[in-house]
């Protein structure tokens, strides 16, 4: 349902062109757990920021198509291309603090998806957003929902952020590294919510990791982003037992070594 | 070097030019009085007019550059001597040293500067070292605030470390790793704090609590213009001008460092 | 939020004992006495001046003395009496205060809702044709000295054009006219003055509105903005501007000092009664008691109005009004 060929994209930093993105070609099929994997500077969140064209003002997709349930996403009028933003795609990150408006309470940033994609009244929309903290497994909801981001620990904070997301149930969640910055208990807590939370409402995951253990556990399919580029893409089971590129290899062997010690 | 840093050292540079090169580039003496020409327009005679006494505004100008350049610089040099040692020794320091430091700076900073100056002038009289004087110690807080904060976060660097470590002195530390570490945002407010230095003395100078007449400064040439207005716009037009690109000049050399040293504050 | 204010106001009070002190050691700067101060403008203070400075500061006693009598008498608000006509000092700023007030206010008022867009304008098109404009009027603004652009405009609008009043609050006939014309009047006679006091102010206040937008817009939480599928128009005044209009708070507080200041300058150039061209004149006379009494009124509402800025900073910014307890 997503389907990403051949893009390009160019970073204009103060003159030079860096080439961030050299022909990146991937497809997420409906329901299921695709793993981008790769070293920091592979490409894997341009990719993932390039799919709703939210990459910052100095990029530039030079070529390629994205096309989401038929739509090419690169070629949509901005008007539109905001109805699938947050309420067809949405996305997780990497810090949840800094993610996390610091001025606002986190209810009322969650609530914000309610009111402008489905057009809830504020009551309704104020309950919605309780029983979505709740989904999360945020037992005082009525509490947290008061709660500004720096009053919160960063595992409740990526919660809110997950709620946050899956507002207005979408069809693709996009995770950008979302437990790098959690410890590993929490780790793994996020990570079991999100498995939980797939099978019940179904949406499809494109989930960045530099990390192979978590692909290992939640994908279906792995693919390996070097350089710009995706030189291997295979289900999970074929990377781990039969790697192609070498980089695979590297990546394989960096998280066996950090698995025996 | 950027455009802008290069237009302001250009700028300065003409006028700086101008000061030293004085008695060999303006047409008259400053101060020579023609009573056969009082408020003359500009002519190929007196390219900027006359003033009230028939005094060549040009001359005038180019000697007030002196002044005007003179006490700004100078006046910077005080508040930098004292702003870099109160820094650097709250930053370093710390402690007791640093709270009294540092709540000094914040009391002086209560005061509206210009109350202060015109106050201490009101008391000492209003001679052109006074004038400096009292601009240097009225302006210090912000470098000693600077350099304070650049050493905190220098101070626990693993080079800072390293040359305790082999027994450096404190003050050995201060002068050779920690102030040359901390230069060049110093080196961009300094610049910024001639331009106010000028800025001050133009306006004391104007309210006539500055540079005393017949010595001339860009200010105090513009005393008149308050009893000429309407009668000859020469004498408003020019000095304020010289005082505005001067200004401008410091400016762009302030924004061009930073540009160049890629600060972005 | 409520140990923010206790800790807050706990740390002026070593402020205002050393605004007392510096104002004090003012006086005394004169090597002798400040009753021997010979000047260029005031050179022989007269012997009744002098005799009434002494008996003032009671200029016998031992120094500290001195200094906790002065304090005791600052603290009912006791300036003493004017050397010029005799009257209490408070009593003359008091009547020259509402002017002064007055003017910033509405220059502060203008400085805003003037700035505060033009800086957001120029973060969101950063680099464009608008914000290369807008920096080099900001540049332009910096460097004027207001004094001269205050008698270039004089010039232009009083003389040349002769559209407003040259000087003064209110004009000569003032009491003869109807209420709406008595509008007109001052706001003719204020247009020039409150323009003036505005042009320092619109240029720091847009420069530093537009660095604190380009900041926020670049945090992660714009992304997430984004993410969300809002308007262009939300992402920007509800999720970036009111992180960046915070550090604007203070900038406000720390402006006072420079408005107080400047208010000498275009007060005695516009010949407005207020208390910086009173400040001016009673330096002009060696009016002691009055100078003394501004300075440190100045100053502690300087220090006040950081205060109000610091505290409402902490009130509209959640990390600090509900800061977690710090160990």
Same mark, same amino acid.
């Given at each position: 349902m997503l389907k990403i060929s051949n893009l390009h994209v160019h970073f204009d930093l103060d003159g030079t062109i860096v080439k961030a993105l050299c022909g990146v070609t991937l497809g997420v099929n409906l329901k299921e757990t695709l793993v981008v994997a790769g070293e920091s500077g592979s490409g894997k969140t341009v990719t993932a920021l390039a799919v709703t064209r939210l990459l910052p003002a100095a990029a530039r997709v030079t070529s390629g198509e994205i096309y989401f349930n038929g739509k090419n996403l690169l070629l949509l009028e901005e008007d539109a291309l905001r109805k699938v933003r947050g309420k067809e795609i949405a996305y997780i990150f990497q810090e949840p603090g800094s993610f996390l408006?610091?001025?606002?309470m986190v209810g009322d940033q969650i609530m914000e998806s309610f009111l402008l994609h489905q057009g809830l009244p504020r009551v309704e929309a104020f309950a919605e957003t309780l029983r979505l903290l709740e989904l999360v497994k945020i037992k005082d909801s009525r509490r947290v929902f008061f709660n500004y981001p720096h009053q919160l620990s960063g595992g409740m904070n990526q919660r809110v952020g997950i709620a946050m997301s899956l507002a207005c149930r979408p069809k693709l969640l996009i995770a950008d590294e979302p437990t790098t910055a959690l410890d590993v208990t929490t780790e793994t807590q996020i990570l079991d919510l999100l498995c939980e939370l797939k099978s019940s409402f179904g949406f499809s995951l494109l989930f960045i990791t530099h990390n192979l253990s978590i692909a290992r556990r939640i994908a279906d399919r792995i693919c390996v982003m070097y350089k710009g580029q995706v030189v291997e893409e295979a289900d999970a089971e074929r990377i781990f037992c039969s790697p192609q590129h070498f980089h695979t290899k590297e990546l394989i062997h960096a998280y066996q070594t950090i698995g025996t010690q | 070097m950027n455009k802008l840093l290069l237009v302001g050292i250009a700028i300065i540079g003409f006028l700086s030019a101008a000061a030293i090169l004085a008695p060999f580039i303006s047409p008259y003496e400053p101060s020579l009085i023609d009573s056969a020409s009082l408020l003359m327009p500009p002519s190929y005679a007196h390219p900027l007019g006359t003033d009230g006494l028939g005094r060549d505004l040009l001359s005038r100008i180019i000697y007030g550059a002196r002044i005007s350049l003179g006490i700004g610089i100078i006046a910077v040099g005080i508040s930098l001597c004292i702003g870099v040692i109160a820094g650097s020794v709250a930053g370093y320091f710390g402690g007791l040293a640093d709270s009294i430091i540092m709540r000094s700076a914040d009391i002086m900073l209560c005061f509206p500067t210009f109350f202060l100056i015109l106050a201490t002038v009101a008391v000492l009289e209003p001679s052109i070292i006074n004038i400096m004087v009292i601009i240097g110690l009225t302006s210090w807080m912000g470098i000693a605030r600077l350099i304070r904060s650049e050493i905190l976060s220098l101070r626990e660097r693993e080079f800072i470390q390293a040359a305790k470590a082999i027994g450096a002195s404190h003050y050995g530390i201060i002068c050779r790793h920690l102030l040359p570490n901390a230069l060049g945002p110093v080196f961009v407010n300094a610049t910024l704090g001639i331009a106010g230095a000028i800025l001050l003395e133009s306006a004391l100078s104007f309210l006539g609590l500055g540079v005393q007449p017949p010595v001339p400064s860009w200010g105090n040439i513009l005393i008149e213009s308050k009893a000429t207005l309407g009668v000859a716009w020469w004498i408003t037009l020019f000095p304020g001008l010289a005082i505005f690109v001067t200004i401008l000049g410091f400016n762009f050399i302030a924004e061009g460092l930073r540009k160049h040293w890629g600060y972005n504050a | 939020m409520l140990t923010y204010i206790a800790r807050r106001l706990a740390g002026s009070i070593p402020i205002i004992l050393g605004i007392t002190m510096i104002s004090f050691a003012i006086i005394h700067?004169? &090597?002798?006495? &400040?009753? +021997? %101060?010979? +000047? %260029?403008?005031? &050179?022989k203070v007269s012997l009744q001046v002098r005799e009434r400075i002494e008996k003032l500061y009671g200029l016998d006693k031992p120094i500290h003395v001195q200094y906790l009598e002065w304090t005791r008498r600052l603290l009912k608000l006791d300036f003493g009496r004017s050397f010029s006509d005799g009257r209490p000092v408070i009593e003359k700023i008091t009547e020259r205060l509402p002017v002064t007030v007055g003017i910033n206010v509405l220059s502060m008022f203008f400085i805003f809702i003037v700035a505060i867009p033009l800086g957001v304008k120029s973060a969101r098109s950063s680099g464009s044709w608008f914000d290369t404009s807008a920096t080099f009027f900001v540049f332009l603004f910096f460097a004027a000295p207001t004094f001269w652009v205050a008698l270039l405009l004089m010039q232009l609008f009083c003389i040349t054009l002769g559209w407003l009043p040259i000087s003064g609050i209110t004009s000569l006939d003032f009491e003869y006219f109807t209420f709406s014309q008595k509008v007109i009047d001052i706001v003719r006679h204020l247009a020039l003055p409150v323009f003036v006091s505005c042009i320092t102010g619109l240029a720091a206040v847009s420069r530093y509105m537009r660095t604190s937008m380009r900041e926020a817009l670049q945090q992660p939480y714009i992304y997430t903005a984004r993410a969300k599928g809002l308007p262009e128009r939300t992402v920007l005044y509800k999720h970036a501007f009111r992180n960046a209009i915070l550090p604007i708070i203070t900038i406000l507080g720390l402006s006072i000092p420079g408005l107080i200041g400047g208010s000498v300058i275009f007060e005695s150039i516009f010949a407005l009664p207020g208390i910086g061209r009173l400040f001016y004149e009673a330096v002009m006379m060696r009016d002691y008691p009055l100078i003394m009494a501004e300075v440190v009124l100045g100053a502690l509402l300087t220090m006040a109005g950081n205060l109000i800025a610091d505290i409402g900073y902490a009130y509209v910014d959640p990390r600090i009004r509900y800061a977690k307890k710090v160990s």
């Open positions: 408006n610091p001025v606002y | - | 700067l004169v &090597p002798g006495k &400040p009753t +021997s %101060a010979e +000047s %260029a403008l005031n &050179p």
